[in-house]
């Protein structure tokens, strides 16, 4: 049996890998900074390097 340690960001329009360990969770939802977990509510994208989420 394998352990999954880590998941794409629940944002859409995210491109990150989460390690869940370290996930912010919305909803049992992993996700990799604050900005996706809320939405996006500024326009503000995740701050990781290759990633232009929003």
Request: hydrophobic share 30%; glycine share 10%; net charge negative.
């Amino acid at each position: 049996m394998a352990t999954v340690s880590q998941m794409k960001c629940a944002c859409s329009s995210c491109l990150c890998i989460v390690e869940l360990k370290d996930a912010i969770m919305m909803q049992d939802q992993p996700y990799c900074s604050d900005a996706c977990a809320q939405g996006h509510p500024q326009g503000q994208s995740c701050g990781h390097s290759g990633c232009g989420c929003c």
